[in-house]
């Protein structure tokens, strides 16, 4: 490794995901090694048009009657992942409260579209009877800030929280801020990373684009034609790095603007290219240093194309590279945290994920897309890529040391 | 890397080079003196602006001001947009479309994303630097004033927020909504030009009341909660504690003219 990075790294001493793979990160481990695709069709309501979705099947757990007026499956979603026992996340928040306090511990959740499912039903009864349904509470359920608010209350937390709400790169941007307010020393802790839940808007809203795949999404295929949509929360715990343990490090996020086009990539890639130059930079590392590339690859015609232009021009033909939405579809907001966790559990159990729907990899495709799981026994660092609309960009970059 | 070569105490001080409030009804600052734009659409190239929302069109007038006072480069200039609800009115028109099953507009539905005007400021300015776009219900400015002052820390240099929210359908969550009102400053480490510093926005307790008018405007519109501080910048020499939020736990800058 070489220079001073210009950020300090951050320990990322938990993390826990709920996703269509299940709870927690062992069912996201276990789809990602089987390369088994969790697309189904949707049954949270009634969709005019052929597709499939990343659905969380399993019953969410309740919110607690105090915090009533946060109840939604945003909330819900991000309460499961916070509660799944073998990860541990919650054990490792109440021991950093009791290490630094609970007014130095922050909450940064992305979201896209927080708790919209709730109000799209409302709005339904709205058109019917006028006004809006008694447990109508815009603030605590669809505000941008719900979830991360009820996160905090949750957990009697005390430090700054805020939504991060860039489209799809939502999460990957929260723990871009969560690393910043720890290395400023603004925060000891935050808690980081986005819940995204299935709903009419964004289902609808790409179709209206004509993005959604009637099939099963094909990542970097030839004949890939449009996402499958998921839903996801995923969080992890950011903390000083002490030093005393080894925990997995987040060395830097870069981010950058397209500066094009509200819902189309920029043609030659820039911005990407630019997100992922600039996270090299921040985390003191050469190209050659990054390991595996966990990639945006949403199985769009344009968005594939302009991401495997960019890879290849910042990390060339060598670093293996995978789509892995496939499994987990379109998580949107919370897209950059959970494939953050991908790229954390690839460098924990050595292996490189593959990407489930990928048959023949497009001809345009010059970097190294691997199709099916290998293991890989020397993987250090590892990158993950999060595009969204409004050409907002950010490549999170991460490490774990096995000396 | 040991985490000691890294100044983590020694926070740089941060400095206002340039602010600019736009409010479509000045008349809710009455008592204020406060300088406000109106909302300058010509600032959005036609071939944009149609697509554009009262929003969008609300806080780049107010970006545009803030950067034409700190006479700053735009195509490199970081940014932070904050805003409750943001694209509030394009996600009402959406909601009440999707239970008729009719087609949703693509243009609409890119549109109603929490960074479409920090999008739209990109594009307008040619810039590629990082922007990001957030919420935080009675606290946005104070966050907003936050990210900035962090991303300050770490990366010295410039950078804009912009604090806006627009009019609100009054049965979401009323009075919020019922002003609009956007507001920008152009922060920055260097000190040279500058108008005032400010320090890092933090909890404290409240030692006297809130000024009446403000609790109310900001009730009714949340990026209002800037007042005190644009109060300062426009009106006030010397030293003051400036309060950022008017709910919960109090957070507070320190704002010093030189």
Redesign the interface.
């Known amino acids: 490794m070489k220079q001073?990075?210009?950020?300090?790294?951050v320990a990322i001493t938990a993390y826990s995901t709920v996703n269509s793979c299940g709870f927690g990160n062992d069912a996201l481990l276990k789809a990602l090694l089987a390369n088994q695709s969790t697309l189904t069709t949707l049954k949270l309501f009634e969709l005019?048009f052929p597709t499939y979705v990343g659905e969380i099947k399993k019953p969410l757990p309740e919110i607690s009657p105090a915090l009533e007026r946060y109840q939604s499956r945003n909330a819900r979603v991000a309460l499961a992942a916070l509660n799944v026992a073998e990860d541990g996340l919650r054990a490792a928040i109440e021991a950093a409260k009791s290490r630094y306090g609970k007014?130095r511990i922050g909450v940064v959740i992305g979201t896209?579209t927080s708790g919209?499912y709730e109000?799209?039903s409302a709005?339904?009864a709205?058109?019917e009877h006028h006004?809006?349904p008694d447990d109508f509470h815009?603030?605590t359920r669809h505000?941008?800030?719900a979830t991360?608010?009820f996160l905090q209350l949750e957990l009697d937390l005390?430090g700054?929280?805020?939504?991060?709400?860039?489209?799809c790169s939502s999460s990957a941007?929260a723990i871009a801020?969560g690393q910043?307010?720890i290395?400023?020393?603004?925060c000891d802790a935050v808690l980081a990373g986005g819940a995204d839940t299935l709903c009419?808007?964004t289902l609808?809203?790409?179709?209206?684009?004509?993005l959604i795949a009637a099939q099963h999404c094909q990542p970097m295929d030839k004949d890939r034609s449009g996402i499958n949509i998921g839903e996801a929360a995923a969080l992890v715990l950011l903390e000083?790095?002490?030093?005393h343990t080894r925990p997995p490090l987040l060395l830097a996020v870069g981010?950058?603007?397209?500066?094009?086009?509200?819902?189309s990539p920029h043609p030659d890639g820039?911005?990407a290219a630019?997100a992922m130059t600039?996270g090299l930079q921040l985390a003191g590392i050469d190209a050659v240093h990054v390991d595996y590339l966990n990639l945006h690859a949403t199985a769009t015609k344009i968005n594939d194309q302009v991401e495997s232009q960019a890879v290849y021009r910042v990390l060339g033909d060598q670093v293996p590279c995978s789509g892995t939405k496939g499994i987990t579809g379109h998580t949107l907001g919370a897209a950059g945290a959970l494939e953050t966790i991908i790229a954390l559990l690839a460098l924990k159990y050595q292996f490189i994920p593959g990407t489930a729907g990928l048959q023949q990899t497009a001809d345009e495709c010059r970097c190294q897309v691997i199709k099916n799981p290998v293991p890989n026994q020397s993987l250090s660092i590892a990158m993950s890529n999060s595009f969204?609309?409004?050409?907002?960009n950010a490549s999170v970059i991460v490490s774990v040391n096995h000396e | 890397m040991p985490a000691s070569s890294f100044p983590l105490t020694m926070s740089k001080p941060v400095f206002i080079h340039g602010t600019a409030i736009c409010c479509p009804e000045p008349l809710s600052l009455d008592g204020y003196h406060l300088p406000t734009l109106e909302v300058d659409k010509t600032l959005i190239p036609v071939v944009l602006r149609r697509r554009t929302s009262l929003t969008t069109r609300l806080a780049v007038t107010a970006a545009h001001g803030a950067c034409q006072q700190a006479r700053i480069d735009t195509t490199t200039l970081p940014s932070v947009f904050a805003s409750l609800g943001g694209e509030i009115q394009v996600t009402d028109a959406l909601c009440r479309l999707l239970p008729t099953n009719e087609p949703l507009s693509p243009t609409q539905f890119h549109n109603s994303v929490h960074n479409t005007t920090a999008g739209y400021w990109g594009i307008l300015n040619q810039c590629q630097a990082p922007v990001t776009a957030i919420a935080a219900v009675d606290d946005t400015f104070a966050m907003g004033l936050l990210e900035a002052w962090t991303q300050l820390q770490l990366k010295p240099g410039n950078i804009l927020l912009v604090c806006y929210d627009e009019l609100w359908p009054q049965y979401l969550a009323p009075p919020i909504g019922q002003t609009a009102f956007a507001c920008a400053l152009v922060l920055s480490t260097e000190k040279s030009n500058s108008l005032a510093s400010i320090t890092l926005p933090k909890v404290e307790p409240v030692k006297s009341c809130l000024d009446e008018q403000w609790l109310s405007l900001v009730d009714s519109a949340p990026a209002a909660a800037s007042i005190p501080l644009l109060d300062a910048i426009y009106n006030a020499r010397g030293s003051r504690r400036i309060p950022l939020n008017t709910k919960g736990d109090i957070w507070f800058t320190y704002f010093e003219t030189f």
Do not use: W
């Open positions: 001073s990075s210009s950020i300090e790294p005019p007014q896209s919209i109000t799209e709005y339904a709205f058109l006004k809006m815009f603030i505000a941008y800030q991360a608010r005390k700054p929280c805020y939504a991060i709400s860039t489209a941007k801020t910043r307010l290395a400023s020393g603004v009419r808007l609808y809203g790409f179709k209206s684009l004509e000083k790095n002490t030093a981010e950058s603007s397209d500066a094009h086009h509200m819902s820039l911005g630019l600039g969204g609309f409004g050409g907002n």
